[in-house]
Nanobody, 125 residues
Framework: QLQLVESGGGLVQSGGSLRLSCAADGFTLDYIAWFRQAPGREREGVSA????????EYADSVKGRFTISTDSASAMVYLQMNDLKPEDTAVYYC????????????????????WGQGTQVTVSS
């Protein structure tokens, strides 16, 4: 059964850290990405990874603070978020493209076909 389940969100003070997890049961993780959506804003690509060579991409707003990683053996994907800011407040989603897709723009939402239900991250000032 194909299922993406995010966890690890919560409430944290500015400057704090959280580690998000995504369980990607049934998926081949050629590409996997994290997106986020704040109220009233469009969904934004945060980070993505290509498993065959470990290539990663990050939104400019999170570079140096967030790190994406995978554990292929357990089909888990993680997003370590450090030095969190109030503007990081959003619902965070993991996403995977249809198997065999070659993703050109790794932070573009339209490249991904499967989405989790999201996990809320709230950063207080």
């Amino acid at each position: 059964q194909l299922q993406l389940v995010e966890s690890g969100g919560g409430l944290v003070q500015s400057g704090g850290s959280l580690r998000l997890s995504c369980a990607a049961d049934g998926f081949t993780l050629d590409y996997i990405a994290w997106f986020r959506q704040a109220p009233g804003r469009e969904r934004e690509g945060v980070s993505a990874i290509r498993s065959r060579d470990g290539r990663t991409e990050y939104a400019d707003s999170v570079k140096g603070r967030f790190t994406i990683s995978t554990d292929s053996a357990s089909a888990m994907v993680y997003l370590q978020m450090n030095d969190l800011k109030p503007e990081d407040t959003a619902v965070y989603y993991c996403a995977v493209p249809r198997r065999g897709t070659v993703v050109q723009a790794m932070l573009q939402a339209s490249a991904y076909d499967f989405w989790g239900q999201g996990t809320q991250v709230t950063v207080s000032s």
